[in-house]
């Protein structure tokens, strides 16, 4: 089992700036893919970005490259996802998954956060 928990998120004007984490225990989660998800409400949830195991690797989904980076510390067990140029369309629950293989397809991910709030205004 993977325990992920999501932190960092919060309030931000439009233009600003976030960092969230992604912090697992129970398994290494050097082993694993992980993603990061947002749900909108009334939204279905969408793919935002993935990270190889190694970190070399990394995708994006076209509605936030450019202005998102996803990155990971192996040995913090952490993975990150800086968000810069923050949008309202932004707005979301974003939420971390770990999956032995990339995908951008949430069904795939075997293990999920709870999610953290971000909330973009204009």
């Known amino acids: 089992q993977v325990q992920l928990v999501e932190s960092g998120g919060g309030s931000v004007q439009a233009g600003g700036s976030l960092r969230l984490s992604c912090a697992a225990s129970?398994?290494?989660?050097?082993?694993?893919?992980v993603g990061w998800f947002r749900q909108a409400p009334g939204k279905e949830r969408e793919f935002v970005a993935a990270i190889g195991t190694s970190g070399f690797i990394s995708y994006l989904a076209g509605s936030v490259k450019g202005r998102f980076t996803i990155s990971r510390d192996n040995g913090k067990n952490t993975v990150y996802l800086e968000m810069n140029s923050l949008k309202p369309e932004d707005t979301a629950d974003y939420y971390c998954?770990?999956?032995?293989?990339?995908?951008?397809?949430?069904?795939?991910?075997?293990?999920w956060g709870q999610g953290t709030q971000v909330t973009v205004s204009s």
């Open positions: 998954a770990a999956n032995p293989v990339t995908s951008d397809y949430a069904g795939r991910y075997n293990y």
């Open positions: 129970g398994r290494i989660l050097s082993g694993y893919v």
